[in-house]
């Protein structure tokens, strides 16, 4: 475990193993223990990094930079602070969108991606359209109205018209409107 800075937060990352490098990219509602069993078993043979994103239980909230492109250059200042060399991406939900932002920015800098997705890819003009318009609202909203404002809309939007990866009939929705409105999740 260490705590890296990069592009002017404090991540906290794990890298372990020795050979070909893979990186590992969790998406909103997952942490850095998402991908335990893979880890495991890709470590033997894999030198394997993992970093919590921003707002994601040990590396903290920072108070802004949230975008695609800001975790994007998260994602080129860890992979440059670890002097990582081709990697292959695994990513998981909303990490399938950064890794793909930073394949394209860095074609020749990566070996290939891996990604689990669920809309995140599917139509992903599409999917990227939404999230800005839902990003645009829910930073209205914090702007104008505050925190309590903007969770309460989470609560009644998140899943419906923002954010559609939000469950709806889950006990994780309340965790999910919690680390969407500005609170870390575990």
């Given at each position: 475990m260490t705590m890296v800075h990069a592009n002017g937060w404090d991540f906290y990352c794990?890298?372990?193993g020795n050979g070909p490098d893979l990186v590992f990219v969790h998406g909103e509602i997952h942490?850095?223990?998402?991908w335990e069993h893979q880890i495991a078993e890709f470590s033997q043979d894999h030198r394997c990094l993992i970093y919590g994103r921003r707002g994601h239980r040990r590396t903290?909230?920072?108070p802004f930079g949230f975008s695609l492109e800001n975790q994007t250059k998260d994602l080129e200042a860890l992979v440059a602070h670890f002097k990582i060399s081709d990697p292959v991406l695994v990513a998981v939900a909303f990490g399938t969108t950064i890794a793909a932002n930073y394949a394209l920015?860095?074609?020749a800098a990566i070996t290939g991606i891996a990604m689990v997705a669920w809309s995140e890819m599917h139509e992903a003009d599409l999917y990227l359209r939404r999230w800005i318009r839902a990003s645009d609202t829910v930073v209205r909203i914090l702007e104008t109205e505050g925190r309590d404002a903007l969770i309460e809309f989470l609560r009644r939007e998140a899943g419906r018209s923002v954010y559609l990866v939000v469950p709806l009939d889950s006990p994780i929705r309340e965790a999910c409107i919690q680390m969407f409105g500005g609170h870390p999740v575990d």
């Open positions: 794990e890298i372990v942490g850095i223990d998402y903290g909230m920072p920015r860095q074609p």
